[in-house]
């Protein structure tokens, strides 16, 4: 489009008392010739506002605001049909500087510079519709967490489709006798009814929801909006066009013959909290035990069986000390039965804690922290349980009936996901080694069965045992494919009530991406971006580097190995655009040449000194602003330049910066591994990884490598920043100017 440019620079909150407001007007009007510049004293109020729009009425179109941050006053500085760009001088100059300094000022004038700049490099985007979309969800998984994420979106007036695999909908509930009453505070009756029977009806009922059962998927081919998914039911096969996926296919017990030591396997009057429920319900409360039928009056629960253990599972299963306080209620149905529950800590938090202390008032309950060492036979079928560390501190030895094993939960996305691990190492030792591993091992049962470049399944995060890739920290069902979402127990270990919640959260993830997918608009987290990935094909030397580093899978190859865009899988992080090395890949208001000329703009004096600080706008950013809200004092030399996603970034720029005089380059991105996460999974990894190149950049240019670091922020970290970021800054005063700047 014709640009007509308007810059607008407010005075409020401190702005004009921190900066020479005619100054910075003269950077617009004498440096970058744009004639349209106005001040006013609260631009965000409906008075300033109206001076936009007013302008926009005279054919305005291109407008560069110089106020508040961009994460702040984004409905009031909306202008729909516009070029928009936001020049943070307040958190980032007016609250973090001395005021009227020349220092403060030559900020505020490089900000709007580069401001008025990304403006004029880009263009309006334009989003991307799709044509023949649907809005249909499937769901996978006909459990508790399937059934209520199939009702919740069919009540939002979503039409579903629900495959099970079983013959019958209800999952692992219909193995229980009864379960825990979620909705009260715990009197009687302590246990109640699981009702699985009425929500598998209520779901067969609906007019919205088609259900197939002893049914699989056998391929997802696709993306949002527009999947075809394969379905295998009794022998035939049908497509559905599918708009997006809830995976909820829940759990598996751990494999309790591993726990030989507690005697499982060894004896029959061992037994799985799994197999206890089945026992019960079988004699509708009656418990009697495997091996001779006698009724069971000295029951053993032992916690944390095979959990909590690095040789077995390392992670708690939520669930099983409820469990068992519901099932000791079950043995005390006979008020001269005694439940004997052996624990390492009893975990039962919030209206749970309640259930946990109506346990501790039965007379008939033995609750005891210990740390059971082996189960052993006893005379007559009975079992000797054997522990130490007791509460009484002392070894103990309990004869009893039967003894009950918590086992934990495993993901049914562990066994393909493991396989897939192991598939990838073999095949990094040769085909041979590959060849034989897929010989000498039976191939699991995929779930998603995808299409994808990147493999049949969801990846799990690394160290996250087999559970469904989500993004714990940020977006709890989102998983890396996009589109796909995980709930229940599929996704971490949780009860039933628990998982309930997690299926209406996951069935609500799914409408919002179909209703964006119709609208060419990204999903998490840049649920506003109407852009989209546009590379110049013709310079395209089929490297592969974008398709494999594309966290999203969003990106498949031609036979030519070229390659294409499945664009609603795209979330618009711009990780492709930092992988090319021939950086053809750029998105209308988002480019190398954008960021680089940004970059370039800065004034580098002969002498003072300047840091290019590339800032991830996910986690980094914010704590910048958060910063800059309480005034904490940043180095005046910082140029704050924000990228979507540090795994966007891409080398030139650096070496830009460098030539250009810029004494150092400071990268912040998110935090990542096990206990954090980048909001685009692998970006703040990748660009730590292309980070480790940077060293190849800096020999060229015969500079010194400490004057490039890159550092992990977390959201939270913003009374630590301005340090972190001033102690670089003097590490680069120590070093000295950059020689370029003499050129």
């Known amino acids: 489009m014709e640009k007509k440019f308007g810059v607008y620079i407010c005075k409020g909150c401190g702005i004009g008392d921190a900066i020479d407001i005619e100054k910075l007007s003269n950077v617009a009007i ?155 505070f715990y009197r009687e009756p302590l246990i109640v009814d699981t ?222 996901q493991e396989y897939l691990d192991n598939l990838v190492k073999e095949a990094a030792k040769g085909d041979d080694a590959k060849k034989a591993y897929l010989e000498s091992t039976p191939k699991p ?40 979402y995980a709930a229940g127990c599929v996704r971490q270990p949780m009860n039933m009530s628990e998982a309930q919640e997690d299926a209406a959260g996951a ?8 209703d964006h997918a119709a609208r060419g608009v990204a999903v998490h987290p840049r649920a506003w971006d109407v852009t989209f990935p546009d590379p110049m094909l013709i310079r395209c030397t089929a490297c592969k580097r974008c398709t494999e580093e594309c966290p999203f899978g969003a990106i498949e190859e031609d036979e030519k190995g070229i390659p294409f865009y499945k664009v609603n899988r795209c979330r618009r992080c711009g990780t492709c655009m930092g992988a090319c090395p021939e950086r053809i890949v750029q998105f209308k208001d988002y480019s190398v040449d954008i960021i680089g000329s940004m970059i370039k703009s800065v004034e580098c004096p002969e002498d003072e000194f300047r840091i290019i600080c590339l800032v991830c706008e996910n986690d980094a950013y914010p704590a910048l602003d958060t910063a800059g809200i309480n005034h904490k004092q940043i180095d005046p030399s910082v140029r704050f330049v924000s990228l979507r996603c540090l795994g966007g970034m891409n080398l030139v720029w650096v070496a830009d910066a460098l030539s250009k005089g810029v004494d150092g380059v400071l990268l912040l991105g998110c935090k990542f591994g096990e206990n954090y996460q980048c909001h685009f999974v692998k970006g703040s990894e990748l660009a730590n990884y292309r980070f480790s190149k940077i060293g190849e950049t800096l020999n060229r240019l015969q500079l010194e490598a400490e004057r490039v670091t890159m550092m992990q922020v977390a959201i939270n970290e913003y009374d630590k920043l301005p340090d972190m970021i001033n102690e670089f800054v003097e590490k680069v005063k120590e070093i000295g100017p950059n020689p370029f700047k003499e050129f």
């Not at 799709?130 to 009540?155: C, F, N, P, Q, Y």
């Not at 470049?453 to 709890?476: K, W």
């Not at 069935?507 to 179909?514: P, T």
């Open 507 to 514: 069935a609500f993830k799914a409408i919002q991406c179909v």
């Open 30 to 184: 004498k440096d970058m010739k744009i004639a349209n510049c106005k001040t006013h004293d609260a631009l965000c109020s409906p008075a300033g506002v109206q001076v936009i729009k007013d302008d926009m009425k005279d054919g305005v179109n291109t407008i560069i605001i110089a106020a508040c941050s961009p994460r702040v006053k984004y409905e009031e500085f909306a202008f729909a049909g516009t070029i928009t760009e936001r020049v943070n001088i307040r958190e980032f100059v007016a609250w973090s500087q001395a005021p009227k300094t020349e220092d403060t000022q030559s900020l505020a004038n490089d900000y709007l510079t580069m401001g008025i700049i990304k403006t004029q490099k880009g263009d309006l985007p334009e989003p991307k519709i799709l044509e023949d979309l649907t809005s249909t969800i499937l769901v996978i998984g006909g459990g508790i967490t399937g059934m209520t994420a199939a009702l919740e979106a069919a009540k939002a007036g979503q039409k579903v489709v629900l495959v099970e695999k079983e013959a019958q909908l209800g999952g692992f509930a219909n193995k229980l006798y009864k379960k825990i009453p979620m909705g009260a």
């Open 195 to 416: 009702d699985i029977d009425k929500l598998a009806k209520e779901v067969e009922s609906n007019p919205d929801i088609k259900v197939y059962k002893s049914a699989k998927v056998a391929k997802t081919d696709g993306q949002p909006g527009l999947y075809d998914v394969t379905i295998d039911s009794n022998g035939n096969s049908t497509t559905e066009k599918i708009g997006a996926i809830v995976m909820a296919t829940g759990w598996k017990p751990y494999d309790a013959s591993k726990l030989d030591y507690l005697g499982y396997g060894k004896s029959k009057n061992v037994v799985t909290n799994i197999e206890f429920e089945e026992i019960a319900k079988k004699n509708n409360g009656k418990i009697l035990r495997p091996s001779d039928g006698k009724e069971a009056k000295r029951v053993a629960f032992i916690q944390c069986a095979g959990q909590r253990n690095a040789n077995h599972l390392p992670y708690c299963s939520s669930m099983c000390c409820a469990t068992s306080l519901k099932q000791a209620k079950y043995v005390r149905q006979n008020p001269d039965a005694t439940a004997m529950i052996f624990y390492i800590d009893m975990r039962t938090p919030g209206r749970l804690e309640g259930y946990y202390k109506e346990a501790q008032n039965d007379p008939g309950v033995m609750l005891t922290k210990a740390d059971v060492t082996g189960v052993s036979e006893a005379a007559s079928g009975n079992l000797f349980v054997e522990a130490d560390n007791t509460l009484l501190g002392e070894k103990i030895k309990v004869e009893a009936d039967l003894v009950v094993l918590a086992t934990g939960m495993i993901p049914t996305t562990r066994e393909p």
């Open 445 to 484: 049962e995929y779930i998603l069965n995808l299409a994808y470049r990147q493999g049949p399944e969801i990846p799990s995060l690394e160290g996250a045992y087999g559970f469904a890739d989500s993004n714990f920290i940020c977006f709890q069902y989102e998983t890396r494919r996009t589109g796909v």
